[in-house]
């Protein structure tokens, strides 16, 4: 199959809007991600996203921000400030596990130091799934850390969550506890509708794990950008320092612009079901390409003789810049080639 590299954001923007063109770029993690909702397409890809959308929503997330996240991040900062310095990452996959397995409905019920450890030790076994198109290590030896690690994910977490919530469902169906005894998540809302989804256990078991991982990684890939390129800019303005605690919203141009130097998935990769025409390439559109790290509000100053900080290679950092249209073409190969 021939491979078309999109680079321009008008051409892209009118690729990810066409239907006949659909997901690509986890072909390679099928072992997890095969019958996920980002793998999905179509009338089954509405279907499952009709059920999220009754789980993210805005008040879920204000919920989170108001009532849940303060507390949390308190109770997880608190060791790192004791200590004095902290390594982001581990911190946010401390911080993200809790947000994420609350959205998907895993219930951590010793809410204890090695029940953390072995949730964020799966997270980052499941994160493999998704770059497995882009690995240059052994890949059967990947997918069976994967399995193992669904395995474990199945009999620890997602067997005794699923069965409390067909229980508490049952309870509320006899009449028994209110609907606000029933918790409010991915696993609830998709054992609610599974009359029309059909999802088997291994297909909501595996659901649930890309859930987990979907927040956690690109979330906490995201923080540790921004943190860093934060720590950069007030090295050389100062005065930023104090405006970030006075003006929240000059500390949230600073992470858009950071997430937008950075982003969690630095290519898309859509194969067509149809034979489709894409127009011609266009050039950079410079106003949305700039490359300065916290613009004022509105501009972001292009220097197209100064590449972005932006490093494609950096999301696989040991990789020779990979073709991300690949594994479509090449299922099964080292992704490395034009
Ligand atoms: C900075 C944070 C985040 C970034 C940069 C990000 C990025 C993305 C991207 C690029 C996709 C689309 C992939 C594609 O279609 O090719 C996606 C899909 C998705 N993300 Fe996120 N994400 C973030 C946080 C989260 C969080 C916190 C959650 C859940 C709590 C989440 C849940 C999902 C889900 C469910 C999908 C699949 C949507 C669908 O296919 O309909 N993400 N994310």
Redesign the pocket.
């Known amino acids: 199959m021939a491979v078309v590299t999109i680079g321009t954001y008008k051409e892209a923007e009118d690729a990810l809007k066409r239907t006949d063109l659909r997901?690509a770029?986890y072909d390679e993690g099928a072992i997890l991600m095969k019958k996920v909702?980002?793998n999905l397409h179509g009338d089954e890809?509405l279907g499952r996203?009709r059920v999220?959308t009754k789980v993210l929503r805005p008040a879920f997330f204000l919920h989170y921000e108001k009532n849940v996240f303060g507390p949390t991040l308190e109770q997880t900062l608190a060791p790192y400030v004791a200590a004095g310095k902290a390594d982001m990452v581990e911190f946010g996959y401390r911080v993200m596990v809790n947000?994420?397995a609350d959205?998907a409905g895993i219930d951590r019920t010793a809410r204890s130091t090695e029940e953390t450890d072995a949730i964020v030790m799966l997270l980052r076994t499941f994160g493999k799934a998704a770059t497995l198109g882009q690995a240059l290590g052994d890949r059967t030896a990947i997918r069976a850390d994967i399995q193992r690690g669904l395995d474990e994910f199945d009999a620890q977490f997602f067997t005794p969550s699923v069965r409390r919530r067909e229980a508490l469902l049952a309870a509320h169906a006899r009449g028994e506890i209110a609907e606000a005894d029933v918790p409010r998540d991915m696993l609830v809302a998709m054992l609610q509708a599974n009359d029309e989804l059909h999802a088997s256990h291994d297909v909501l078991m595996k659901e649930m794990a890309f859930?987990l991982m979907?927040?956690a990684h690109?979330?906490i890939h995201?923080m540790t950008h921004a943190v860093h390129e934060f720590l950069e800019w007030v090295k050389a303005h100062s005065e930023d320092r104090q405006r970030a605690d006075d003006d929240p919203f000059f500390l949230q141009r600073c992470v858009y612009e950071s997430?937008r130097l950075h982003p969690?998935?630095p290519t898309?990769c859509r194969r067509p079901t149809a034979p489709i025409e894409l127009p011609g390439k266009g050039a950079l559109d410079n106003q949305l390409f700039g490359n300065a790290i916290a613009p004022p509000q509105g501009s972001r100053p292009a220097k197209p003789s100064k590449k972005p900080p932006y490093k494609p290679t950096y999301a696989c950092y040991k990789n020779p810049a990979p073709n991300m249209n690949g594994p479509a073409a090449r299922a099964g190969k080292a992704d490395t080639g034009g």
């Open positions: 997901q770029l909702l980002v890809h996203k999220v947000l994420t959205f859930y979907a927040g690109t979330s995201s997430i969690s998935s898309a």
